[in-house]
C-alpha cells in the first residue's frame, strides 16, 4: 500500500525567505508524486509533477521540488516566499502499477509573514 | 477553456434530509472523480468514473451516497439521508486519457453543512 507523510501541518516562513514543505511517500515502488495548492474556498491547483526523467522538477508560480529515490522524498521549495504563496499545499502520489489512485496527504498550511 | 464547474457552491441542510452535488468536468475529459475533503485533510476518493462505467467506488459509503454519471458527462452525486458526520467540502475532478500521471483538474467544491 501506498502512503504519503507531510512533515508538518503548519509552516510560517517571512515574506522573502526560503519555503520548504516536505513530503515523504512510501511505496514499493517510485510513484507518480504531485504537489497541488489550494487556496481559500478553492479547489486544488496542480503545481508541478514528476513521472519520469529529471529529478528536480520546475512548476507554476517558482515553485521547484526534487525526487529522490534514496529518501524517498518528494519536498517542495521556493527560494523567496511571496505574501500569495499563503495556501494550503498538498502532496500526492500515484502508484505506477495498478490503476490510477491517487493518494493526498494531510497539507501543509502556509503561512507568509510581511 | 471553462474549468470544472461544481454546484452549489455551499449547501445548509439538516440531518436526515436527501442533498444532491452537480458536477460538469472540462469537455472531452472521460475520467470523472469526486472527493472527500474533511477540514485539515487531504482529499479521499469517494468514486472513480471512466466515461460512464463506475471503475472504482470501493470508498463510496453505499448505503447513503450513490452516483450517476449517465451520458458520461456530468455528474451527481447524492446522499440520503444526510448525517452530521458527512459535514465537509465535496469536491469533484476531471482528467483525461488513461496514462497513470495525468493532471487532475479540480473543481472548486461544495461546502456542505449538516446541522
Known sequence: ?114 | EAGVVQSPRYKIIEKKQPVAFWCNPISGHNTLYWYLQNLGQGPELLIRYENEEAVDDSQLPKDRFSAERLKGVDSTLKIQPAELGDSAVYLCASSSGRARGNEQFFGPGTRLTVL
Not at chain 1, 15 to 44: I, K, M, T
Open chain 1, 1 to 114: 500500500a501506498q502512503s504519503v507523510t507531510q512533515l508538518g501541518s503548519h509552516v510560517s516562513v517571512s515574506e522573502g525567505a526560503l519555503v520548504l514543505l516536505r513530503c515523504n511517500y512510501s511505496s514499493s515502488v517510485p510513484p507518480y508524486l504531485f504537489w497541488y495548492v489550494q487556496y481559500p474556498n478553492q479547489g486544488l491547483q496542480l503545481l508541478l509533477k514528476y513521472t519520469t526523467g529529471a529529478t528536480l522538477v520546475k512548476g507554476i508560480n517558482g515553485f521547484e521540488a526534487e525526487f529522490k529515490k534514496s529518501e524517498t522524498s518528494f519536498h517542495l521549495t521556493k527560494p523567496s516566499a511571496h505574501m500569495s504563496d499563503a495556501a494550503e499545499y498538498f502532496c500526492a502520489v500515484i502508484l505506477r502499477g495498478g490503476y490510477q489512485k491517487v493518494t493526498f496527504g494531510t497539507g501543509t498550511k502556509l503561512q507568509v509573514i510581511p
